[in-house]
């Protein structure tokens, strides 16, 4: 399913569009809004899985309150996708500045519009049979049930207690009408986020600092005498941080729990978690209580604190932990700079890693300043575009490539970010804004990337004029 995003005026970006792929890259220079075109997909996704609430008609809602029952037609659904993401597109966008941690102000005239590139039929024929209990309320349940072969989703309020159905808010009602249709109804439409974003060093180093500090605040409060509600005074001092880096905080000191837990991948796909050890040159133990040791090939009998660790182990360890706890098919995974304090070799390597995850079924989405994970995924496409030819196939053998990584053109969409002169309705000359310029990808040359390819042009002819 092809998504196409398109921002306006978001940061630097005044008007512009691009489409999701199996991998999606977005590279140029510093400041031009590789990072906001990210995230805004990914808060996108974010909200319509956990906040978005489907609009639903209040005829079938006042039905319900009613009489106890209602149907509700599937294909309703499906004939108003586009006015359905045109809603959700704009309320969306009326939490820009949360998203990315700024001012209302600044966000005031942004738009983040989502759509899909073709039609989708109803092809559900999942049975759903689920129910919410509210023991709080009477002992009142609202059952949901579709059956295979029927178009219909029926909703029944039972009330143990025999009293009206109207004991439960209509707002609570709708809200779950509207999760029941999107994870069984609507559940291939978009991918679950997961974000990997650059600052997620930081993250792994202070996240229990962060923790410690809260708790003792809470603590401390706890022991006046005036009331006061603890959390409602740490409100007060909450950092206006983008939803990444909060994310990335969370996922951090949620990992812990989650360490019994085994991905899908990791699961399915061993070999892609031994790809991942290979980069950080030995493996990452988190135990229960949250502590994390990294164990180096170099010298097994030896533990490192993450603190102790390097750069590298640091920023690879939310990506260790997604391929081996959380990893799921069919994800948005959406990484920041993937190449941050890895070395050039290393950055080949990732190139290989994400191009093996998307030949596994998971989606991802990369901002990148990396030449070096460019070059490597042409090579990639280039050793993909000949599958029989013999030269080709002794490539493969000598330099230790395996069918799992390489990867189709038609798998990968690259937008490039520049700036280029534009007229705006705010101005009366010309401006410089950010624009996302799809670009040309080749089966035999791969992809046409001139940011990086200037530059590396310019600094050959410059050491060219000096040795000769």
């Not at 092809?2 to 199996?22: H, T």
């Not at 500045?97 to 005031?108: D, H, M, R, V």
């Not at 990396?370 to 053998?397: A, G, R």
Request: contains cysteine; neutral net charge; hydrophobic residues 35%.
């Amino acid at each position: 399913m092809a998504i196409k995003i398109r921002l306006r005026k978001i940061g630097c970006i005044e008007n512009s569009e691009y489409e999701l792929n199996d991998l999606t890259i977005l590279c140029g220079i510093n400041n031009s809004g590789k990072t906001y075109a990210a995230n805004a997909i990914y808060g996108f996704l974010k909200y319509w899985h956990t906040d978005y609430v489907l609009l639903q008609d209040d005829n079938q809602l006042r039905e319900l309150r009613t009489t106890g029952r209602t149907e509700i037609n599937i294909e309703n659904y499906y004939n108003k996708i586009d006015s359905i993401l045109s809603h959700a597109s704009n309320e969306y966008s009326k939490t820009l500045a949360s998203i990315f941690g700024g001012n209302q102000k600044l966000f005031s005239n942004s738009k983040c519009e989502i759509s899909l590139t073709h039609t989708i039929e109803n092809n559900t024929t999942q049975k759903v049979n689920t129910s919410y209990r509210f023991d709080g309320v009477n002992n009142i349940r609202i059952k949901l049930l579709k059956s295979p072969d029927s178009q219909y989703l029926t909703v029944t309020i039972n009330n143990d207690s025999n009293l009206e159905q109207n004991k439960i808010p209509s707002f609570i009602i709708s809200d779950i009408i509207s999760s029941t249709v999107k994870k069984y109804i609507l559940k291939d439409l978009f991918p679950k986020p997961m974000i990997i974003s650059t600052e997620r060093t930081g993250s792994v180093m202070f996240q229990k600092e962060l923790d410690f500090t809260r708790n003792r605040i809470v603590e401390f409060i706890g022991t006046k005498s005036y009331k006061v509600n603890p959390y409602t005074f740490l409100d007060q001092f909450k950092g206006n941080y983008p939803i990444p880096v909060r994310d990335s905080v969370d996922f951090t000191r949620e990992m812990p729990e989650r360490i019994n837990e085994e991905g899908e991948i990791a699961k399915t796909h061993p070999e892609i978690l031994d790809m991942f050890n290979d980069i950080i040159g030995g493996k990452v133990i988190t135990y229960k209580n949250g502590t994390v040791y990294f164990v180096p090939n170099i010298n097994k009998s030896i533990r490192l604190t993450l603190a102790e660790s390097s750069s590298s182990v640091r920023s690879m360890y939310h990506l260790g932990c997604y391929i081996q706890y959380t990893s799921k098919k069919d994800e948005l995974l959406v990484i920041d700079e993937p190449e941050l304090n890895l070395h050039p070799e290393n950055q080949r390597k990732i190139a290989r890693l994400l191009a093996s995850l998307v030949n596994v079924g998971v989606k991802i989405l990369i901002s990148t300043h990396s030449d070096y994970i460019v070059k490597e995924l042409n090579t990639l496409i280039m050793l993909n575009s000949y599958p029989k030819n013999t030269e080709i196939l002794d490539i493969i053998k000598k330099e230790n490539y395996c069918k799992q990584e390489l990867i189709s053109s038609k798998q990968i969409n690259v937008f490039i970010n520049e700036f280029k002169s534009m007229k705006i309705k705010e101005r009366k000359t010309k401006v410089k804004r950010a624009v996302l310029t799809p670009a040309h990808i080749d089966d035999d040359y791969g992809i046409d990337a001139p940011s990086f390819d200037d530059t590396i042009s310019k600094m050959n002819n410059i050491q060219n004029q000096l040795m000769f």
